[in-house]
């Protein structure tokens, strides 16, 4: 089997690293970027303008590579499945809808698992169908 193949590890690993993504940028502790930015203002500006910029250049990867992978119905259709799932969690009460904080960050592990599924999906389709997905290429 091929390095490029697809395979749980490689999927776990791009997994952690939307999962820090997102996670990093945001969440309910005061260890996020968001967090970084809102409590301090405009002390140590510089540096937070590079590493808002390293984040949004990862985001924008990540969120580049799901649109063309899954484009914007399969990113619905997760979106949709995921939040059917969140729902079937909550009616059958291995959930507590009323906790904003669960509920933030089941959203931000949704969001980076979408994030994962389609900076992965090449792999899978490829794994599935046999076919390689190209980019096009303007020389």
């Given amino acids: 089997m091929a390095s490029s193949s697809f395979g749980w590890g490689g999927f776990l690993a791009r ?57 914007l119905v399969g990113l619905a259709l997760a979106a949709a499945f995921f939040g059917a799932m969140v729902w079937v969690l909550i009616d059958y009460g291995l959930l507590e809808a009323g906790s904003s904080t669960v509920m933030t960050y089941i ?13 992965s999906w090449s792999h899978v389709r490829r794994r599935l169908s046999g076919q390689s997905d190209v980019d096009d290429l303007d020389e």
């Fill in 15 to 71: 997994w952690i690293v939307a999962l820090a993504l997102v996670l990093g940028t945001f969440n309910t502790t005061k260890y996020s970027f968001y967090q970084w930015v809102a409590q301090t203002g405009s002390e140590d500006l510089p540096l937070k303008v590079l590493v808002g910029l390293g984040i949004l250049i990862v985001l924008i990867i990540f969120a580049r590579a799901t649109l063309r992978s899954i484009g």
């Fill in 107 to 119: 959203l931000l592990v949704i969001i980076a698992t979408l994030l994962a599924v389609g900076i």
